[in-house]
Every structure is written in C-alpha cells, then in structure tokens.
C-alpha cells in the first residue's frame, strides 16, 4: 500500500470534545472558595469573570473576635448556638493562637450546642464536642425554632454569628432568652479591587454574562447595593430575570437578590458541588440552541457557536446579530439587526459586522442576503 503524503490527506476537521459549558461565561462573585468554584467551571469549559462582592477580613482584625471570646468565657452561657462550620473552626483557630483554646472548649463542653446544618454539627465534632440538637434547616430560623423546640427558652445563650446578621432572628432568639451574647469569627469588608464588582454588573447587563453565581448572603447584599450606587440596579434585575442565569447556593444566599426583584435558582442541598451542578445543567440544557441550516448544523451556546462541530468565538456584536438572526422566522429586518450593533443607526455598519459573520463562520451562504429587507439563515430546520 502506499503512503499517502500530509499534503494530499483531508483535512481531519474532528475537534476536541466540548466541554458541557464550552462557550458559556459565568461569573463568580465569592472570595472564600472562589478557586475551587473557579477552577470545577473551568474545568467544564465555562470562561469566568471573576469580581469578589467582599472578601473576609484577615487575621490581624480579630482583636474585636478575640474581646468576645473573653466575654463569652467569662459569662459562661447555658446554650450556645453555631451556625457555621467554617465560623466554629476559625473561632476556635483564633482562640488557639490568642492562648484562649483551653478555656474556649471547657466553656463549649459545659453547654448546651445547638447546630445549624450539618457543616455545623461537622466542625463540632471535629472539635471533640457534642451537639444537643440540630436545626431541621440550614437557615438561622430554624435554629432559633430549636431553641423553643427543645425547652431551652429562658437561659443564657451565646450565638455564632457568621457575617450576616438576620436581625430578625436575632431579635427572636433575645426574646427567648435571659441574655444573649454574640460572637463573629469572620467579618466581611470591601474587596482590594471594587472596580472589578463592577464590572462584572456591567457585563451582566450587557448581557455578556450567561451565568453568574454567588454563596453568601453578605456578597449577594454587596452587589446590589454597587448595581444601586451606580445606577443599574433596574437593569442588572432585568437581565437576571430575563438573559442571564443567577444561581445561589442556598435560599438564604438568594434573599437579597430576591428581595431587589431578581429570579434566582438555588439547589436543594447548599453545597458548592450542588451549585456548580445547577449552573452546568440549566446552562447546558436550557442555554444551548441548536440549528440545522442547509447542510451545516449549528449549536448557539454562550457566547461561541458551533459550525458543524468547529468551535468559533465570536465577539459580541457578532453573537448577538447571529442569535437575533437564529430566533427570526423567516426574515430578519435591517432594523432589528442595527440594533445589535452599538451604532443601531448605521447601515453601513450593519453590511460590515454581516461580513465580518460571515468570514468567522466559514459556510458559504449560511447567512443570505434577502435585498432591501435584510438577512435570513439559509434554509433553516
């Protein structure tokens, strides 16, 4: 048999397989955790922005961490509430490192723990403690409805707070109680670079998000009060109702968002793992759109196309004139494709930023020219 030299061999147009969020751009609004989300999206082929709504404040700002743990080990409570597990490990990583370990965990062993959650019952037990009791939930509501539940009212109780404060309930929770003492291992204060927050809110609005994700009440408080300052609250919520997917972690993460207007999936169980699975597959099966166009198959997902299985990056404008023209019946008018554009009244424009479409995609009449009308998709099913 003889060989068949590089030259004269077709060309292999096989790609690599595509990732389950090739083309979709997602961003991620955490600090704490925010490589692990990062990386798991990655992973999946998703591109991320990355624009920490706020960061937890460093080690060297626990002197008012340090002042409650005295107070709590001087006023010895009957009942003591945790919240979180990450707050009870850094709690006790604190109070180690200020010579308070020893006294800290005689107090803990002394009272009664109730737990929010079982990340909360995990960090109790990894400290050789005991919980009295678990809230049903992970909502700090719950917890307090434990208080009741279990004949707790009436004693002296101490309560792990965890850089949300739901006033409410702590309200609830001193009305229950003879007194109530407070403690914050981790504090949230602004990220060491804003700008980025807002830009990702502009990209949202701009629709050149798909996704954007957030796991913690604080964060999610955080960047509606930036989409507010600078004037696009009205339009961020628009776009989370509408273009863009917002997913939280849990119910008590999605409050704010909720309360501004906005829609927002969290999954049934407030872990990250569960979160990043929600982002794949709402992305994957209710974000992607696919097309058979004359003899070319098309796969709109995000922020890129497939053309018969070639992965193409398209940039904006392009994108966004390819989807106007993939959700048109028929024919696209002029008029509706200057609009994607950010000169919507220039017609040149339009007949350049088509041309430009047509190149990247590289499928002779994919797109067609219907004169004096517009443009259409050759052939549709």
């Not at 990655?42 to 960061?55: C, F, I, Q």
């Not at 945790?82 to 803990?108: F, H, P, Q």
Request: aromatic content about 2%; hydrophobic content about 45%.
């Amino acid at each position: 048999m003889g060989l068949v030299s590089a030259a004269s061999r077709p060309a292999d147009r096989r790609q690599s397989p595509i990732e389950l969020l090739t083309g979709f751009r997602v961003g991620v609004t955490s600090d704490r955790r925010s490589q692990d989300l990062i990386s798991a999206l990655e992973r999946r082929g998703a591109e991320v922005l990355h624009a920490p709504a706020l960061k937890i404040a460093p080690h060297d700002q626990d002197t008012i961490l340090v002042a409650e743990t005295r107070a709590l080990i001087e006023a010895r409570p009957e009942v003591v509430l945790i919240t979180t597990g990450y707050g009870m490990r850094r709690w006790l990583e604190v109070a180690d490192t200020v010579g308070l370990g020893a006294r800290l965990t005689e107090v803990l062993e002394d009272a009664l723990i109730l737990a929010r959650g079982p990340k909360s019952v995990g960090a109790i037990r990894a400290a050789g403690l005991e919980e009295e009791a678990a809230s049903a939930s992970d909502t700090t509501a719950s917890l307090i409805d434990a208080v009741h539940q279990a004949g707790l009212t009436g004693r002296r109780v101490a309560i792990q707070l965890h850089g949300y404060t739901d006033e409410i309930q702590l309200a609830r929770l001193r009305d229950l109680s003879a007194r109530v003492w407070t403690v914050t291992p981790y504090r949230w204060v602004p990220p060491a670079a804003p700008d980025r927050l807002t830009r990702l809110i502009e990209a949202t609005c701009a629709r050149h998000l798909d996704a954007v994700t957030f796991t913690s009440a604080p964060g999610a408080e955080a960047t509606v009060a930036v989409a507010r300052e600078i004037g696009l609250l009205d339009e961020f919520v628009a776009a989370l109702e509408t273009d863009v997917l917002a997913v939280a972690v849990g119910p008590v993460t999605a409050g704010p968002l909720r309360d501004a207007g906005a829609t927002v999936l969290a999954p049934d169980r407030h872990r990250l793992g569960a979160l990043i699975r929600l982002v794949s597959e709402e992305l994957a099966e209710h974000r992607v759109r696919r097309l058979r166009c004359g003899a070319a198959e098309l796969e709109l997902r995000g922020g890129a196309v497939l053309v018969d299985g070639r992965l193409i990056t398209l940039s904006p404008n392009a994108f966004a004139l390819l989807r106007t023209l993939a959700g048109t019946e028929g024919v696209a008018r002029r008029a509706d494709l200057q609009r994607c554009l950010p000169d919507g009244t220039d017609e040149h424009a339009l007949d350049v930023a088509i041309s430009r479409l047509r190149r990247s995609l590289g499928v002779p009449g994919l797109v067609k020219t219907v004169v004096k009308r517009g443009y259409r998709l050759g052939a549709v099913r």
